[in-house]
């Protein structure tokens, strides 16, 4: 079957830095996404991996190793707007989303 | 980026009454468009896959009698909830895909509809 993992919940410090790890395994594969969710809202989209290695986007950067089955998302510099949910999704071979149940990240002052 | 409106943003309802949800790409064409639904403190749960001009395709476990989804253009997909129950009270929530960008395969998500139905 196809299965996302990742972290349920998360607390980090502000200004700090926080690591949010996904693994995956799905039929197929056709790039890796990050959303980001604030409670009551649609998700926004943060990221796109599709090749190894990292992809870097202001505060925020994500990591892709297709062998291993892994991603992660890298929140540096964290502020307090960061709390939220963060969603890895794949894109599998029909081109769908399978999503993980996201991570739940508390930052504290 | 490109953007996808919902309309309404949040809905409330009698038990039994049905209810019309839009979703529209607004600068761009969405052959195929995805409806979700969310509930609480949970992830996005595919309900079907709408290709213009054509049926959707439901996921498992979905009625598509109850949720009626009509892509009737480039731009425009709805979902009808029928006879609503309280049951079908949750967050609902498009996306659309820009295949005229080639490249990436990124969904671009509309602000959901909150649905109560009382």
């Known amino acids: 079957g196809q299965n996302i993992d990742q972290p349920t919940e998360m607390t980090a410090t502000e200004g700090a830095i926080v690591q949010i790890n996904c693994t995956y395994q799905t039929s197929g594969f056709n790039g890796l996404f990050w959303y980001q969710q604030h409670a009551g809202e649609a998700p926004t989209f943060l990221s796109y991996n599709v090749l190894d290695g990292l992809e870097e986007k202001g505060r925020f950067s994500s990591f892709l190793s297709r062998s291993k089955g892994y991603s992660y998302l890298l929140l540096k510099e964290l502020q307090m707007k960061d709390s939220a949910s963060y969603l890895c999704a794949v894109s599998d071979s029909n081109y769908q989303l399978i999503w993980g149940a996201g991570t739940k990240l508390i930052i504290k002052p | 980026g490109a953007v996808v409106s919902q309309h309404p943003s949040r809905v409330i309802c009698k038990s039994g009454t049905s209810v019309k949800i839009e979703c529209r790409s607004l600068?761009?064409?969405?052959?195929?468009m995805f409806w979700y639904r969310q509930f609480p403190k949970q992830s996005l749960m595919l309900m079907a896959t709408?290709?213009?001009?054509?049926?959707?395709?439901?996921e498992q476990g979905v009625e598509k009698d109850k949720f009626l989804i009509n892509h009737a253009s480039l731009t425009l997909s709805t979902l009808t909830v029928t006879s609503a129950h309280p049951e079908d009270s949750s967050f609902y929530i498009c996306?659309?895909?820009?295949?005229?960008?080639?490249?990436?395969?990124?969904?671009?998500f509309g602000p959901g509809t909150r649905l109560t139905v009382l």
């Open positions: 600068d761009f064409q969405a052959t195929t």
């Open positions: 709408s290709n213009e001009g054509s049926k959707a395709t439901y």
């Open positions: 996306s659309a895909r820009d295949h005229g960008t080639g490249g990436d395969n990124e969904q671009f």
